[in-house]
Every structure is written in C-alpha cells, then in structure tokens.
C-alpha cells in the first residue's frame, strides 16, 4: 500500500546520459538538507559486491512473483509476447522488470523521496528497444505497472554524439548499446525516438511531473542537480 509522503522519482534518459551520477548528487543535495531520501535502484548497482548484488536482485525478483502473481505473469506474457533477439536477453529484461516493479512497491511503503535510476519507464524502454514499441508499451496497461509508476520523471537528455563518445570510454558493457558498438548509432537514434514516445504515453496517462535536462558536457552537472533539487523540493515540501 502506498504510504502519504511517499514520492517516487525516476531518472530516464539513454544509457551514457548521466542518470545515475545526477541521480546520487541531487541524493546527496537532499540528505544534506536533512531530507529523507533513499536510492533503492543505485544502491543496489553500486553498493553492494556482486554475489550479495545478484542475491538482492533474485530476493526481489521472487516477492514481486509470490506477491503479485497475477500481474507478474501478465507481465512476463507481454514481454515474452515481444521479438528480442534471443531468449537470455528476453530472460532478463523479465527479470529486471520484476525487479523494478518491486523495487517501486517496496519505497511506495515508507514516506520520504525516493529517486530511481532504474525504474519501470526504463525498463519498458529496454523491453521496446529491438522490438516494436508498441507492444512493449503494452506495459502501462498492466494494473501492476500503474502503481509502480513515478510521481515525478527526470528526462535526462544529450547529444547522440556526446553519449556515443561517453558509452566508448566506459571500461564495462553495462548496456546492450556498449556491448553491440557497431550497433550503437542505430540503436541510440531509435533510443532517443523511443524516449520521447514513452514521455507522451506518461503524458498521457496524467500519472507524473515531467521535468527535462540536458547534460551535454559533464560540467553541466552541477547546474542540473540545482535545477532538478529545486523542483523536487517544490514538489515535495522543501529539502
């Protein structure tokens, strides 16, 4: 059950753009002021080594499916029903959607600010990104989906080139467009498409504050985490 005082925000953007560093300064802005805020997704990403990581992930993943079995299958049905290019890769945006939908649920419990960089919007974007949007979209009309939605979304945004250079200089393949490189100018083009078509299907459903950035150049940080921190605060009672 969702709790007064529980505000659930979303950081959404390409991978490359900056969601999970603005995510953690405008964490750090709001924890200085006294605020109480929490970052479940980063948290987990960042926080913890990977044995206990993967354990965290599958505890998740298993109470969003024992709790919620009805709209955990609806879930799997119409991400399965969706063409990926292979079944490990159409496993785990399944397994990452179970995780983010209970990872929403779960803050939606305690009052406070609670900023995801990871969440459900994103998770529907991976899902729709080799396949036809509109079956991945498909995923706002599940009950489950509504009530993991963020209150607030922070469209992070970027030059395609700034992104591609950003992805190329990172030491890991977090995303699929860092592990398919000759893949990478088509896939973030359709990205970027996709982005804003999932910014008018939220629109749409009159369920979240949009609030748009741009972190074309990494000194652009600092003036963004003031601008999102000020409209949070706004939104949320002051840090």
């Known amino acids: 059950m969702s709790q007064p005082g529980a505000v659930l925000v979303e950081f959404l953007g390409l991978p490359g753009?900056?969601?999970?560093?603005?995510?953690?300064?405008?964490?750090?802005?709001?924890?200085?002021?006294?605020?109480?805020?929490d970052q479940p997704s980063y948290v987990l990403a960042h926080d913890m080594g990977k044995a206990e990581r993967r354990l965290w992930k599958s505890v998740h993943v298993l109470r969003e499916?024992?709790?919620?079995?009805?709209?955990?299958i609806a879930a799997i049905r119409a991400i399965s029903a969706t063409r990926q290019?292979?079944?490990?890769?159409?496993?785990?945006?399944?397994?990452?959607?179970?995780?983010?939908?209970?990872?929403?649920?779960?803050?939606?419990?305690h009052?406070?600010?609670?900023?995801?960089?990871?969440?459900?919007?994103?998770?529907?974007?991976?899902?729709?990104?080799?396949?036809?949007?509109?079956?991945?979209?498909?995923?706002?009309?599940?009950k489950a989906t509504r009530l993991a939605l963020p209150d607030i979304v922070v469209l992070v945004e970027a030059?395609?080139?700034?992104?591609?250079?950003?992805?190329?200089?990172?030491?890991?393949?977090?995303?699929?467009l860092d592990r398919e490189p000759g893949r990478m100018p088509e896939l973030l083009?359709?990205?970027e498409a996709l982005l804003q078509r999932i910014r008018v299907a939220v629109g749409q459903l009159d369920r979240a504050r949009i609030i748009s950035v741009r972190n074309d150049a990494d000194t652009d940080l600092q003036d963004l985490t003031s601008t999102v921190v000020q409209a949070l605060a706004a939104g949320h009672g002051g840090a």
């Open 159 to 176: 030059d395609l080139a700034t992104v591609q250079q950003r992805l190329g200089s990172r030491p890991h393949g977090d995303s699929r």
């Open 111 to 142: 009052p406070g600010l609670h900023l995801l960089d990871q969440g459900v919007l994103q998770a529907m974007w991976s899902v729709a990104l080799d396949d036809d949007s509109d079956a991945a979209l498909a995923l706002l009309r599940v």
């Open 65 to 72: 499916f024992l709790s919620h079995p009805v709209a955990s």
């Open 85 to 109: 290019r292979s079944r490990r890769t159409r496993w785990k945006l399944i397994f990452n959607w179970l995780l983010v939908v209970d990872l929403a649920r779960q803050a939606r419990r």
């Open 17 to 37: 753009v900056g969601k999970s560093e603005l995510s953690r300064r405008v964490a750090d802005r709001f924890t200085k002021g006294a605020g109480t805020v």
């Open 189 to 191: 083009s359709r990205g």
